[in-house]
């Protein structure tokens, strides 16, 4: 994606992930994507930027209360979420789109590990007109 953008940013809370995103980076010669080690509702306001979009790939709880409301406070216009919990995605895209601040555009599961439970889902949404609802 970092190819397709002109800056992009890279908040991880994982150090080992950050630091192999940027090995990465350098690998496929992508020199502008910045990393930050750290929680996304901490470091985000800290940017002082609001994204276009935000991908989010949380992990299976789910977005913190608190993450949630630091993408309502930036409203970036586009939300793209990964999820490998359905039940967890429909909380917090409820959250998300409750107050009409998103909608809810496209959603698509993706069977990669079949004969098991496990469904990975994307969920795509854009800034909303403000009247609630999914």
């Known amino acids: 994606m970092a190819k397709q953008v002109r800056q992009a940013f890279g908040l991880e809370v994982q150090a080992t992930a950050v630091e192999q995103a940027q090995i990465n980076a350098q690998i496929n010669a992508i020199a502008n994507v910045t990393f930050h080690t750290g929680a996304v509702e901490t470091l985000l306001p800290q940017l002082g930027i609001i994204p276009d979009i935000v991908f ?11 993450l949630i409301a630091t993408l309502l406070s930036a409203l970036p216009q586009h939300i793209v979420y990964v999820s490998c919990k359905p039940a967890t995605l429909a909380r917090d895209l409820k959250l998300l789109c409750q107050s009409g601040d998103y909608q ?5 599961p993706a069977d990669f590990f079949p004969q098991t439970p496990h469904v990975e889902c994307a969920a795509f949404l854009r800034k909303g007109t403000g009247k609630g609802g999914i």
């Open 56 to 66: 989010l790939d949380p992990p299976r709880k789910g977005c913190d209360p608190t």
């Open 104 to 108: 809810l555009t496209h959603i698509q």
